[in-house]
């Protein structure tokens, strides 16, 4: 089973940003979708953005122009470069990989907290 290490999360003031890192512990195969999502406390986890193997990309309306997904394809890193935060974005933040072995894999999260 493949684990994916998140860094990057932390304390920023209302219009800072952040960059969040995933990297996989290990060799995921057949990598065909990457994703962000947040669970804010008491909330429902949900997407944030996405990314294709083909390099499409989707985000969540609340992110967009503000958010941008990437991969770094010589070590599998995906990231989430986040502009402009908002106290909103509070949350803990969890990466997801699908592949095609393993099949699923997700990070532990890391809390991203926006507060003056």
């Known amino acids: 089973q493949v684990q994916l290490v998140e860094s990057g999360g932390g304390l920023v003031q209302p219009g800072g940003s952040l960059r969040l890192s995933c990297a996989p512990s290990?060799?995921?195969?057949?990598?065909?979708?990457m994703a962000w999502y947040r669970q804010p406390p008491g909330k429902q986890r949900r997407l944030v953005a996405s990314?294709?193997?083909?390099?499409?990309?989707n985000y969540h309306e609340a992110v967009k122009g503000r958010f941008t997904i990437s991969r770094d394809n010589s070590n599998g890193t995906v990231y989430l470069q986040m502009n402009s935060l908002k106290p909103e974005d509070t949350a803990v933040y969890y990466c997801?990989?699908?592949?095609?072995?393993?099949?699923?894999?997700w990070g532990q999260g890391t809390q991203v907290t926006v507060s003056s």
């Open positions: 997801n990989i699908l592949g095609s072995q393993p099949r699923d894999s």
């Open positions: 290990g060799t995921i195969i057949g990598i065909w979708y």
């Open positions: 990314m294709t193997d083909h390099g499409s990309t």
